[in-house]
């Protein structure tokens, strides 16, 4: 999803009554000290219930069967994604359905709930600044792992391992497995033997693949890069790309569960 757009495409609503946008941040944090005991229920139930009472008193029977549409798809987004949830929930909702964004991220939201003729994006406009679309690349001598996200969601994720009998990089689908030795068509080289040719051809070989991450970030529009790795690789990885790299991590983390290396990376 291009988050932008859709940005663009919220701020751009104006509906009159009875018709009226559904605009919610919650927090879920369980690390959060106001949430130990699960109080998003609670200040869901009363923002819903408060918004009811107002139409209700308002006697405008319209607005309040609207509200009612969406405050039941609402309640059952939470429901089917009750063990699911992160750190916070974010829904956009209008009565006829055109508009339906739902959200479950891993960064942090102050609670807000908004019931008026424009959806408020001011909140979601300071996360896409803050957790822009963005490009993970981890190193790991011969495996390059590539983790997409945006506003702390993982969106896609690919590696590449390099074959030593072709010495061109392979994309991989399946999880990456650690190796003693290294090689195919039945050719192994010990662990000693690669770090040693490793470091002999690691600049040409880094130079081999540094185009499929150029256009794997301009394909994909990232705005900001990570690498994460050995500080010697990352830099000489960087330098034979033409994307600039924002930030670098210095640990090897190419094994580690990939929501644990965002949620690390974008604490930094």
């Known amino acids: 999803m291009d988050i932008n757009k859709e940005i663009k495409k919220l701020e751009s609503i104006y509906l009159e009554k009875p018709e009226r ?4 941040y919650l927090n879920t944090d369980p690390a959060d ?44 987004f939470m429901t089917e994604n009750e063990l699911n949830l992160a750190k916070s929930v974010i829904i956009f909702a209008t009565p006829d359905e055109s508009i339906w964004f739902a ?8 609670t807000e709930i908004y019931w008026e003729e424009i959806a408020k994006v001011d909140q979601l406009i300071d ?9 993970v690349i981890l190193t790991q001598k011969e495996a390059i792992k590539i983790i997409e996200t ?9 590696y590449y391992e390099l074959d030593l009998d072709t010495e061109n990089w392979k994309k991989h689908t399946g999880p990456h497995q650690a190796q003693a030795t290294v090689g195919s068509g039945g050719k192994s080289v010990k662990r000693e033997q690669f770090n040693k040719r490793f470091e002999a ?17 301009k394909d994909n529009r990232w705005e900001y890069i990570y690498m994460v790795g050995n500080q010697d690789e990352t830099q000489e990885l960087s330098k034979v790309m033409t994307k600039k790299v924002n930030t670098f991590v210095d640990k090897n983390m190419l094994d580690e569960n990939e929501a644990k290396v965002i949620k690390i990376i974008t604490e930094l």
């Open 21 to 24: 946008v559904f605009t919610m």
């Open 33 to 76: 000290p106001d949430q130990q005991g699960g109080e998003w229920r609670i200040h869901l139930k009363n923002g819903l219930q408060q918004f009811e009472k107002y139409l209700i008193e308002d006697g405008n029977q319209a607005e309040l069967d609207n509200f009612c549409k969406v405050k039941k798809k609402v309640k059952h």
């Open 103 to 110: 959200k479950l991220l891993q960064v942090p939201v102050t």
């Open 127 to 135: 996360l896409y600044h803050n957790y822009p679309k963005s490009g």
């Open 150 to 158: 945006e506003l702390g969601s993982i969106h896609d994720s690919s």
């Open 201 to 217: 051809n690691r600049f040409r070989w880094y130079k081999s693949i540094a185009a499929k991450l150029d256009k794997l970030a």
